[in-house]
């Protein structure tokens, strides 16, 4: 397994739209990281305290729908959505890439994420550089944060 001192870290938006348009299986978790989540590859469900069956994670695999459309706002866009957690969770909440399997659903619809390989750590100027191409987009979206504030 990684170390969180062995991981690199993505710098910028298009270092990931790259990973992602060249590899598939990809998923970002936002938690303390690889060191603290591997050792059980489980998750808590925060409501009811159950263990869930692997990490909850977001896909970043695009979708056959959104057909030619840019990578770079679809990942901003899983990227955005929960960028939140890090004020509302814990502050050393950091996202990391990761490539595995989904072993099943969570309570949220979220995939459940076994056979973690760690790629790297997603920088805080990445997320900003998110933040900024999906408040440039036409439509209103805001990140999933049912708190109602970013």
């Known amino acids: ?10 710098t910028s938006l298009e270092e ?10 990809l998923y970002v978790r936002w938690s303390r990281g690889p060191e603290r989540d591997l050792p059980d590859v489980t998750s808590t469900d925060d409501l009811t305290g159950v263990k869930l069956p ?11 729908w959104w057909r030619d459309r840019p990578v770079r706002i679809w990942v901003a866009r899983r990227l955005y959505d929960y960028c939140h957690l890090p004020r509302v969770k814990d502050r050393r909440t ?3 890439v990761l490539h595995g399997s989904e072993a ?6 979220e995939p459940l994420v076994t056979d973690v390989e760690p790629l790297g750590w997603i920088a805080d ?6 933040r900024h191409v999906v408040t440039d987009q036409p439509g209103r979206w805001g990140p999933l944060d049912r708190n109602g504030t970013t």
Do not use: C, K, Y
């Open 16 to 25: 990931l739209t790259r990973l992602v348009t060249s590899r598939r299986g």
């Open 125 to 130: 100027r990445v997320i900003d550089e998110a």
């Open 54 to 64: 692997g990490l909850s994670a977001s896909p970043l695999d695009v979708e056959a």
């Open 104 to 109: 099943a659903r969570g309570p949220d619809n």
């Open 1 to 10: 397994m990684s170390t969180t001192a062995d991981l690199p870290t993505l």
């Open 94 to 96: 950091r996202p990391w």
